[in-house]
């Protein structure tokens, strides 16, 4: 893999989005893919050896343009977004389907040299959250120290993987820092695309890195979102039922989580994000 010059990069993040298994309703490569399109960008390079991607599973694009077809094979593109504030380094890509340890060695290879000061690996994962109500995002890390600089949850999530794990693991080694952002899709509206998801998504990732991401049109088109799943879903009453009870559940939860100590720790890690010792200027 060949790279374009690094030398001028500004306290460079890097944040990693695989498509596939990774990635319920595509909310995480969707996001990568706005970031690359709202700020000027630079392209990086490309990991591509057709070894990496079973073509029968990961099925190569057919496009057509003005000036004839073209194929687009699997690949991972690395691009440089320049943020006004800091530089970030989008890695975005089809999971591979064969070669992990060989593919994941190349990567993390590529990932150190940026020397990034993180490594943010964005997923979406299916779960029993209800449309209506805030889509969860869980921040975790395996390194205590990393978790306690960027106010971030300890990972301890043991069972099958996928490359954003065997990474994060490559990447512990390497003592480069990382973390993991997680983002709960309802599994009763998998489809692609969930502007939803991509928002919750796109505020954590906000506030791990500290700086104000354009967020365009995606509000709007998650509230148009969740207004189209509620008329769905109250077209069968079994589905709305069923809903109801996501609702009532994760309320009651919300509700018995809301004691003294947890509230002060939000508050905590809302300060140190934002920088803020909590002291009063006054």
């Keep these: 893999m060949q790279?374009?010059?690094?030398?001028?990069?500004?306290?460079?993040?890097?944040?990693?989005?695989?498509?596939?298994?990774?990635?319920?309703?595509?909310?995480?490569?969707d996001l990568l893919r706005h970031l690359n399109g709202s700020y000027p960008g630079t392209d990086l390079g490309v990991m591509d050896d057709?070894?990496?991607?079973?073509?029968?599973?990961?099925?190569?694009?057919?496009?057509?343009?003005?000036?004839?077809?073209?194929i687009e094979w699997p690949a991972i593109r690395m691009r440089v977004v320049h943020h006004p504030e800091r530089d970030i380094v989008t890695v975005l890509g089809p999971e591979p389907n064969l070669l992990w340890r060989t593919f994941s060695l190349e990567l993390i290879r590529a990932l150190v040299q940026i020397d990034p000061e993180?490594?943010?690996?964005?997923?979406?994962?299916?779960?029993?959250?209800?449309?209506?109500?805030?889509?969860?995002?869980?921040?975790y890390s395996a390194d205590p120290q990393i978790g306690e600089r960027?106010?971030?949850?300890?990972?301890?999530?043991?069972?099958?993987?996928?490359?954003?794990?065997?990474?994060?693991q490559l990447l512990l080694h390497?003592?480069?820092?990382s973390a993991s952002l997680w983002v709960s899709v309802p599994h009763y509206v998998s489809t692609p695309p969930n502007p939803k998801a991509q928002e919750a998504l796109l505020t954590e990732l906000e506030a791990v890195l500290r700086i104000s991401l354009d967020h365009a049109e995606i509000p709007e088109e998650a509230v148009k979102w969740s207004e189209a799943v509620d008329q769905l879903s109250q077209q069968d009453p079994e589905i709305a039922e069923y809903i109801e009870q996501l609702e009532e559940a994760r309320d009651a939860e919300e509700v018995e989580g809301a004691t003294g100590d947890t509230i002060a720790a939000?508050?905590?890690?809302?300060?140190?994000?934002?920088?803020?010792d909590g002291r009063s200027t006054a």
């Design 174 to 177: 390497e003592q480069i820092p």
């Design 266 to 276: 939000e508050l905590e890690k809302f300060l140190r994000r934002r920088g803020d």
């Design 3 to 29: 790279f374009a010059s690094m030398d001028d990069l500004r306290n460079p993040a890097i944040a990693v989005a695989f498509s596939g298994w990774n990635d319920a309703g595509n909310a995480a490569s």
């Design 150 to 168: 960027f106010s971030v949850g300890d990972n301890d999530y043991t069972g099958p993987t996928g490359m954003l794990g065997v990474a994060g």
């Design 50 to 70: 057709e070894r990496y991607w079973d073509f029968q599973q990961t099925r190569p694009m057919l496009h057509r343009e003005a000036d004839g077809p073209w």
């Design 118 to 139: 993180i490594v943010l690996f964005l997923g979406a994962m299916l779960s029993d959250a209800p449309h209506s109500r805030p889509l969860p995002v869980g921040v």
